[in-house]
C-alpha cells in the first residue's frame, strides 16, 4: 500500500475457490481498505487466477436453509465491494469464473492479463443454475445491453479480447505489467476529489442498490429453486467430479 492506492491481494487457498473463509477475507480487504487513508485500491488475486468461483464441492451437499445462508453471506460480501465509496480497480490476472467474474463487475474498472488461456465469465447457466439480483443489478450497470444475453442467458466463458469487445473488461495487459497498469489507473482515480466520487459513485449505484434490497429475498429463493432442481443436481455433481479428478 501507498498513500494513494492499497494493493488488496485476494489469496485465499486453491484457485481462491468462494468459501466462507474466502468471504470473510474479501471483507476484511475491504475493512483495511476503508480504515487506511488510501483513496483508491487494486484487487488482485494470485498466480493464474483471480478466483474460479463458488467452492462448489464444498457447497454441494448443503441442503437449503445452509446453503440459503451462504448465498446471504456471498451477497452480502458482493455489496461490500460493490457500495464501497471509494473507487477500486480489478486486476484480473487470471480464470475469474462464476463467482470470481461477479466480483470483479463490483469494481469499478476491470484490467485483465491478454493471456488466451484466461477466461472470465457467468456460465452459472450452463450448470442449470440463475443469477441472483446481487450479480444481475451490477453486471446490468457494467455492460452494454446487447452483451447481456452471451454473459447472462448463454453463459459463455470467454477470452480476454473477447471479454474486451463485450464490454466485460476495459482493458488488458501483458502479465509483466497487469498490476502496474490497475495501479495506474487507480492512481488516476484516487487523483479526483473522494467527496466527489463518493457521491457520484453513489448516485449511479443507488439504483441498482434499492433494486438489489427490494428483490433480494424473492430473487434468492428463486435461486435457490434453480440450484436445487435436478438439472442443475445432475451438472453439478458433474462439476465436482471433475474437479476432484
Same mark, same amino acid.
Given at each position: ?19 466462507? =473463509? ?45 446453503? !440459503? ?10 455489496? /461490500? ?58 453486471? !446490468? ?29 476495459? =482493458? ?14 487507480? /492512481? ?12 457520484? !459513485? ?11 434490497? /427490494? ?26 467430479? !471433475?474437479?476432484?479428478?
Amino acid at each position: 500500500m501507498n498513500e494513494d492506492v492499497a494493493i488488496l491481494r485476494l489469496q485465499g487457498g486453491k484457485a481462491n475457490a468462494m468459501s466462507s =473463509e474466502v468471504l470473510d477475507l474479501i471483507e476484511r480487504l475491504i475493512d483495511r481498505f476503508e480504515a487506511s487513508e488510501a483513496r483508491a485500491a487494486v484487487l488482485v488475486g494470485y498466480e493464474r487466477y483471480f478466483s474460479a468461483g463458488l467452492a462448489l464441492p464444498l457447497l454441494v451437499e448443503l441442503e437449503r436453509p445452509a446453503m !440459503k445462508a451462504f448465498i446471504d453471506r456471498f451477497g452480502a460480501v458482493m455489496l /461490500r465491494v460493490f457500495a464501497c465509496e471509494r473507487p477500486i480497480v480489478a486486476a484480473v490476472n487470471g480464470h475469474a469464473i462464476a463467482g470470481g467474474c461477479v466480483l470483479a463487475l463490483q469494481c469499478d474498472w476491470r484490467v485483465m492479463i491478454d493471456a488466451p488461456e484466461a477466461r472470465i465469465g457467468l456460465n452459472e447457466t450452463q450448470l442449470g443454475i440463475g443469477l441472483p439480483s446481487s450479480v444481475l443489478e451490477p453486471l !446490468k450497470l457494467a455492460v452494454p445491453a446487447a452483451s447481456l444475453v452471451p454473459i447472462a442467458y448463454e453463459g459463455l466463458l470467454f477470452t480476454p479480447a473477447e471479454a474486451q469487445g463485450l464490454g466485460l473488461v476495459h =482493458e488488458l495487459a501483458a502479465a509483466g505489467e497487469l498490476e502496474a497498469r490497475a495501479t495506474s489507473r487507480a /492512481r488516476a482515480l484516487a487523483t479526483v476529489p473522494s467527496t466527489a466520487v463518493a457521491q457520484v !459513485k453513489l448516485g449511479l449505484r443507488r439504483p441498482a442498490l434499492e433494486a438489489i434490497a /427490494r428483490h433480494a429475498a424473492e430473487e434468492t429463493e428463486r435461486w435457490l429453486d434453480t440450484w436445487f432442481s435436478p438439472p442443475a443436481r445432475t451438472r453439478l455433481q458433474a462439476a465436482v467430479a !471433475k474437479l476432484k479428478r
